[in-house]
């Protein structure tokens, strides 16, 4: 089990002094596979910082084009957890009936059509999850038109019947902040705005992540679709809010360990779209949190981000 804690630093990092590292952990803690939880948030913290260190040393690319990368990964991600499930089930021809994302549960398939239900072909979810792949691999001109597409399909819920209006017009809950739906366009036209511009800006300059990110994504997509967890659930509204919290975490300990501000770009992108959601949010939606909390919860990172990272370059010490 120790080995687990070793995937949190860079290949290079491992290689060199993975066991090292290893032996260390025996010796202080011996007949133990996993070491005590503070020692385990230590290394995984020290992970972190490793991997931001090694991604600054790196001078392939500038720091605000890797951070619009970032960016793009995490507008992908913020579009494509409201339907994990809903991918689920297209993917092994699943109906799920009353446990559908929310408002119809027919028409999953064309061969499943309900009345006062479009029958649809492809599911809404599918189209941020063929930007997230494309993204990691690093081709932003794949990510280009399911970006596009997904603009249009937020744009004609209830008249098409490519995508119809099963896991469109259904909200996603998140733990973090109010419902993002396919309709209210602006996670869409972010993510294609951004997707433009790395196309722009050559994208062989792009780093290109493995396949192996997709496990988590891939796992996500198993549980919800197997316990038929829907993004209105509250142990999904759970399990977001502490992933939010910790990819927040994880901006602070790059930030605070490099003085880089590229980890500043995806957090900014990612509060844009969160407050937009509450700004516009319908009276009838439920809200996850008080908006006042979740507001300054969305906000309070940025000046914070950026405060880490000058006092780094002045060398003022961060408390």
Same mark, same amino acid.
């Given at each position: ?34 070491? $005590? %939880?503070?020692?385990? /948030? @230590? !290394?995984? &913290? +020290? ?6 260190? =090694? ?72 189209? $941020? %999850?063929?930007?997230? /792949? @494309? !993204?990691? &691999? +690093? ?6 038109? =399911? ?24 909200p996603g809950y998140y733990g973090m902040a109010a419902p993002i739906r396919a309709t209210d366009l602006a996670l869409s036209v972010a993510l ?34 197997? !316990? ?92």
């Amino acid at each position: 089990m120790n080995r687990l804690l070793l995937a949190a630093y860079p290949r290079a990092y491992r290689a060199r002094q993975g066991e090292e590292l290893l032996a260390t952990l025996a010796e202080a803690y011996p007949g133990r596979s996993w070491p $005590p %939880l503070r020692e385990a /948030v @230590a !290394l995984m &913290r +020290g992970g972190v910082q490793a991997r931001a260190r =090694a991604t600054v040393e790196d001078r392939s690319r500038p720091w605000w084009l890797d951070g619009l990368h970032l960016a793009a990964l995490v507008l992908a991600a913020l579009a494509l957890v409201p339907y994990l499930q809903d991918v689920w089930d297209w993917a092994l021809r699943i109906d799920p009936g009353g446990r559908a994302i929310n408002f119809h549960h027919a028409g999953w398939f064309p061969w499943a059509q309900g009345s006062g239900t479009f029958t649809r072909t492809l599911p809404y979810g599918l189209l $941020p %999850l063929v930007c997230l /792949v @494309a !993204l990691l &691999r +690093g081709k932003p001109w794949i990510a280009l038109p =399911a970006a596009a597409a997904m603009i249009y399909a937020g744009a004609t819920v209830g008249s098409s019947t490519l995508f119809g209006d099963e896991g469109v017009v259904g909200p996603g809950y998140y733990g973090m902040a109010a419902p993002i739906r396919a309709t209210d366009l602006a996670l869409s036209v972010a993510l294609f705005i951004v997707s433009a511009a790395l196309t722009a800006c050559r994208p062989g300059r792009l780093r290109r992540r493995s396949y192996s990110w997709l496990v988590p994504v891939v796992l996500a997509m198993a549980v919800a679709g197997g !316990l038929h967890i829907t993004s209105g659930d509250p142990w999904f509204q759970r399990g977001q809010l502490v992933l939010e919290v910790a990819a927040l975490i994880a901006a602070w300990m790059a930030t605070t360990a490099t003085g880089d501000y590229r980890w500043l770009i995806p957090v900014a992108a990612f509060t844009i779209v969160r407050t937009q959601a509450i700004v516009v949010q319908p009276d009838w939606l439920m809200e996850s949190l008080p908006s006042l909390a979740v507001l300054i919860a969305l906000i309070m990172p940025l000046p914070a981000l950026a405060i880490a990272a000058q006092r780094r370059h002045s060398g003022t010490p961060l408390g």
